[in-house]
């Protein structure tokens, strides 16, 4: 997925004054409607009756799996209901979900699932395989909207069928051999394929509710609603009262409902994060969203084990549009690598505890940590580019930062443009562009250097390192190599061990990282307040929390 | 009147220096304006700091010795940056209003001293201008020529003078049909001579006053077009760049927003001064003592 803002800039501190009588409010709110006594707070009465307080960001566009797209609606979802496959909390690797397990043929095209005999809906209905051809039915209706209607495209004639060019759904890759057994055909070896069963486009939903209240390809119908919604996770809907709070308790009807310890989840949006830190401070919240760029130093200074800084999935870089003359020397666009201080960048300029980025695929991506040599060398730049024919920057051509307008792009240009500036001596103009002005300049080549980012939609080497084929979409800058495409097409598949194909990787992006045509900056973290009583509430990549898995416990001293 | 027929024009402008330098407020303005157009002018050799050296290490720091008006984010002199904003947000302040003076006093004065078909053909296409989205003129403007602070001017300027040729034509219908035009008439001034000499002379109180309102919505204007990557870029920078960062920022950092805002509304309060004073000075129907 592109990126349009950055997270974490520092647009957020606008509304402090209002946010003082907003906090004031919510706390009202929190304690009126959670009826604890005076004097206690959230965190210490939920961890009695096992109730987690989460600050959620914002309030959900929608809980329809198959309609929402953003973090808050994913964090909700994920709570309520559960797909084939789950992860792994610490090392997001697959573990069995509905499915209790599933074989795949030697050639990696057919999967064969076997749900769990105790599988069913919070109504207590039995939940069948059935559930699923219908749910993918449903997801790749085009009437439906579902912009997640891609990650289904692996699945043998999915996108055919969602494009239209095929009309009968019997002919796409999935059927229900009988009410236990579930067969998957895809289109080719999909080693991530696992881990897309775990994305909420190809959760189940429950077909009788859905019709009860509108048709299949029906979007915004009270489906959804408190009272209405039957899901088959560890947690049902309860309670959702719009920009208050949404509560969820655990499903007795859940295959696993012994192993949930919480039982309750009350998920409240907050969108001014310095209110939401302060709710934490005060106690009625367990875990927040994020925390202000200005107080991450604090926090840090203050060692304080409630701060969490962990790596995102997603990259910060910039494009070097290699058709243009002073970029087709992969020296100069070494020499550009080269010379960013990414260290002083992420402490200084965006400050929301980012990790300086060396390679384009995030450390840590199911177990791939990209090795590279590039490194902050002002003296080494100045060097290529002197070998390249612009000693001392002399003679280089007129070049400008292409960025889509937003305050964050433009902080990172400036500090950048001086820093080509000081450390190889050529002029850089800035030119901001309106967002989809910026992404026609981008798709038409019009550029010399853009901004870019991009978060991966799933864990695995191959999102990212799959965006530099030749021609490929979300290249634009005019890069191709066709060594490094045979890699990522032809050999990487073709390995059967996880590490094999993680060497591939590797390959591939020492080959991206020599030829440089897009200037990893950094890596995007979640920065959030977790408070101590939360347990098994492991950080990962995805920020995907397993609530089934957390229970709450107050350290003892 | 007879004076003002008698002396050559220039009389007039001595009056007006006379009457202008009795009035104090104005005469502060014009200082501090004289001031700070020639702070501008030498700002490359007198400021304390390059307006692009950055210092991230120290990043946004308030005011100290070292610097008078504190750092920004990216550890920049905030006075050096001010200085050299002032040189844009000035240029741009005067140029683009001088260009949509010169336009529109002489178009709203064409248009209303002949008034009939020619009057309505100019205030026609005065008024196909005005509903042109005067964004997307500008934008055309810079697109067709390139991004060019120059071609910035002229651009605004270009869509700032449609009012001032309003003023200026209602002014001259009033005036047209009076005596002492008359009596230049039958003097048989030719009609340009009475235009210049008497019309224009005799319309310079609203045009002042509309002037002094213009000159501060033009650098408005710059930052906004900066701010959508029309006008001016970074590391250049202006007053209404400035203040729109320093928006961005005012909790954390107050000095970023607060130093250029005094530059511009010090400008601005000098130039309404100026303002009033040169409307009463230069306004031949006031009498002279």
């Not at chain 1, 486009?201 to 408190?226: C, M, N």
């Not at chain 2, 209602?170 to 002492?180: D, G, I, K, T, Y």
């Amino acid at each position: 997925m592109i990126f349009y803002s950055d997270k974490y800039s520092t647009r957020h501190h606008f509304k402090a004054l209002s946010s003082d009588f907003k906090a004031l409010l919510l706390l009202t709110i929190v304690f009126g409607l959670t009826g604890c006594g005076n004097n206690e707070s959230n965190v210490s009465s939920g961890n009695k009756t096992g109730t987690l307080y989460w600050g959620n960001g914002t309030e959900p566009q929608s809980l329809d799996p198959q309609i929402a797209t953003g973090v808050p609606e994913h964090h909700i979802i994920s709570a309520l209901m559960e797909g084939l496959v789950l992860k792994d909390r610490k090392t997001l690797e697959p573990r069995p979900g509905v499915a209790e397990s599933w074989d795949i043929t030697k050639n990696g095209t057919v999967y064969t699932f076997k749900l769990r005999d105790s599988a069913r809906w919070s109504n207590g209905d039995k939940h069948i395989a059935q559930d699923y051809v219908w749910s993918w039915w449903r997801a790749l209706q085009p009437a439906l909207g579902n912009l997640y209607a891609y990650m289904l495209f692996p699945i043998k004639n999915a996108q055919q069928y969602y494009e239209g060019d095929i009309t009968d759904f019997s002919e796409v890759g999935v059927k229900a051999i009988d009410d236990q057994t579930l067969q998957v055909t895809l289109n080719y070896p999909t080693p991530y394929f696992l881990q897309l069963l775990d994305h909420y486009s190809l959760f189940p939903v429950h077909q009788a509710t859905i019709e009860k209240f509108g048709t299949a390809d029906q979007r915004g119908t009270r489906w959804t609603y408190e009272g209405n919604l039957v899901s088959n996770g560890p947690f049902q809907l309860v309670d959702w009262k719009i920009n208050r709070r949404i509560v969820v308790q655990s499903n007795p009807y859940y295959w696993d409902a012994n192993n949930v310890s919480l039982k309750e989840i009350v998920f409240i949006p907050i969108e001014n994060i310095v209110t939401e830190e302060r709710m934490f401070r005060a106690g009625q919240l367990h875990v927040t969203s994020s925390l202000p760029a200005d107080k991450i130093s604090t926090y840090r200074e203050a060692n304080d084990p409630e701060l969490r800084v962990a790596p995102y999935l997603g990259t910060y870089y910039y494009r070097l549009n290699v058709r243009k003359p002073q970029f087709q020397d992969p020296r100069v666009r070494r020499a550009l690598a080269m010379s960013v201080d990414r260290q002083r960048l992420v402490d200084n300029i965006t400050r929301g505890g980012q990790i300086p980025a060396y390679a384009m695929t995030p450390p840590g991506t199911m177990g791939y940590y990209p090795k590279s040599d590039l490194k902050f060398d002002p003296k080494g730049a100045r060097r290529l580019l002197a070998e390249a024919g612009y000693p001392n920057g002399e003679g280089f051509p007129a070049t400008e930062i292409l960025y889509n307008t937003n305050e964050g792009h433009r902080k990172i240009a400036v500090a950048l443009q001086e820093m080509w500036k000081k450390n190889l001596n050529v002029d850089i103009r800035l030119l901001n562009q309106e967002w989809k002005v910026y992404l026609n300049s981008e798709s038409a080549g019009e550029y010399e250097i853009s901004r870019a980012g991009w978060i991966g939609d799933y864990v695995d080497p191959n999102n990212f390192l799959d965006l530099f084929l030749c021609g490929g979409g979300n290249n634009r800058t005019g890069w191709c190599n066709e060594e490094y495409d045979r890699l990522i097409l032809d050999v990487a598949p073709s390995k059967s061990s996880h590490k094999e194909r993680l060497e591939v990787f590797q390959q591939a992006e020492t080959m991206l990282l020599n030829e440089m045509p897009i200037i990893p900056i950094y890596t995007y973290t979640t920065v959030q307040l977790v408070d101590s009583s939360v347990k098994n509430f492991d950080a990962n990549i995805m920020n995907a929390a397993s609530y089934k898995d957390i229970y709450l416990q107050v350290n003892q001293e | 009147m007879a004076d003002a027929i008698e002396g050559h024009g220039s009389s007039l402008w001595k009056d007006a220096w006379i009457k202008l330098s009795k009035n104090r407020l104005a005469l502060f303005g014009l200082a501090v304006l004289i001031m700070l157009i020639l702070t501008s002018l030498l700002t490359p050799l007198i400021a304390p700091y390059g307006y692009e050296t950055q210092n991230l290490d120290m990043g946004a720091t308030a005011p100290s010795l070292l610097h008078w008006l504190g750092t920004d984010i990216f550890g920049r002199d905030m006075l050096t940056r001010i200085m050299y904003g002032g040189r844009v947000s000035l240029m741009v302040g005067f140029i683009a209003t001088a260009v949509a003076l010169v336009i529109g006093i002489l178009w709203g004065a064409i248009a209303g001293f002949f008034g009939g078909r020619l009057d309505a053909v100019m205030m026609r296409i005065v008024d196909v201008l005005y509903a042109l989205p005067f964004m997307i003129f500008i934008i055309l403007l810079m697109v067709v020529f390139g991004r060019n602070i120059l071609l910035l001017f002229l651009a605004i300027g270009a869509v700032e003078w449609l009012t001032m040729a309003r003023i200026v034509r209602s002014q001259v219908m009033a005036l047209r049909n009076q005596e002492f035009v008359e009596a230049a008439n039958s003097l048989g001034l030719s009609q340009w001579t009475i235009i210049r000499r008497h019309i224009i002379p005799n319309t310079l109180g609203p045009v002042i006053v509309y002037t002094t309102l213009t000159i501060p919505s033009v650098m408005l204007l710059e930052a906004f077009l900066s701010f959508l990557g029309l006008g001016i870029q970074p590391p250049e920078s202006s007053w209404g760049l400035l203040i729109n960062y320093g928006v961005e920022t005012m909790e954390e950092f107050p000095w970023l927003l607060i130093f250029p805002g005094i530059a511009l509304s010090l400008t601005l309060f000098a130039l309404n001064f100026l303002g009033d004073g040169l409307r009463d000075a230069l306004d031949p129907r006031t009498s002279k003592d």
